[in-house]
C-alpha cells in the first residue's frame, strides 16, 4: 500500500470515525479524494469547508445545526479526556486501554470538529480569526516571557 493509499484509507476512517458513520462511503471517499488531491499539507481549512459543505447541505445551518456542531466539539473533548484516563489505566475495572496515539487522534478530532463550527459560525474568514488569535495569544505569552 502506497502513502497516498494508506492517507487515503486513514482519512475515509477519520471522516467515518468523526461522524459516527452517518457520512456515506462514497460521500466520504470524495471529501478524502479532494483532501488529498487539492489540499496541501499547509491547509488543512480546504477539506473543512468540503466537510461543512456536505453537513450544510445534508442538515441545513439552521440555530439547531449550529449547537449541534458546537455540541460535537465538547463530545470530541470528552473523548480526549477518556483516552487520556485510559493511558494511565485510572478505572481499575478497565486497566490500561488506550496510547498515547489515542489521544494524540481524539485531539485532531477536537481541532477538526472545532474548525467545521468555527467555519459554520463565523461571520469573516475563519483562517483569518485564528491567525489573529494565534497572534493575540503568542503577543500574550512573549509579554510574559513564553512563546518567544
Ligand atoms: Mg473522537
Known amino acids: 500500500m502506497s502513502a497516498r493509499e494508506a492517507a487515503y484509507d486513514a482519512a475515509v476512517a477519520k471522516l467515518n470515525s468523526i461522524y459516527s458513520g452517518q457520512i456515506p462511503e462514497q460521500v466520504a471517499r470524495e471529501i478524502a479524494d479532494a483532501a488529498l488531491d487539492t489540499a496541501p499539507q499547509s491547509d488543512p481549512w480546504t477539506p473543512i469547508y468540503r466537510l461543512v459543505g456536505w453537513l450544510d447541505r445534508q442538515n441545513g445551518r439552521t440555530d439547531h445545526?449550529?449547537?449541534?456542531?458546537?455540541?460535537?466539539?465538547?463530545?470530541?473533548?470528552?473523548?480526549?479526556?477518556?483516552?487520556?484516563?485510559?493511558?494511565v489505566g485510572q478505572n481499575p475495572r478497565k486497566g490500561v486501554t488506550h496510547t498515547r496515539q489515542d489521544v494524540a487522534d481524539e485531539l485532531c478530532d477536537v481541532i477538526i470538529t472545532a474548525m467545521v463550527a468555527l467555519v459554520s459560525i463565523a461571520d469573516r474568514?475563519?483562517?483569518?480569526?485564528?491567525?489573529?488569535?494565534?497572534?493575540?495569544v503568542t503577543r500574550r505569552a512573549s509579554s510574559e516571557g513564553g512563546a518567544r
Open 65 to 87: 445545526e449550529i449547537s449541534m456542531r458546537l455540541l460535537k466539539l465538547v463530545e470530541e473533548a470528552g473523548e480526549v479526556a477518556q483516552a487520556y484516563i485510559g493511558t
Open 125 to 136: 474568514a475563519p483562517d483569518d480569526i485564528l491567525a489573529a488569535k494565534l497572534a493575540k
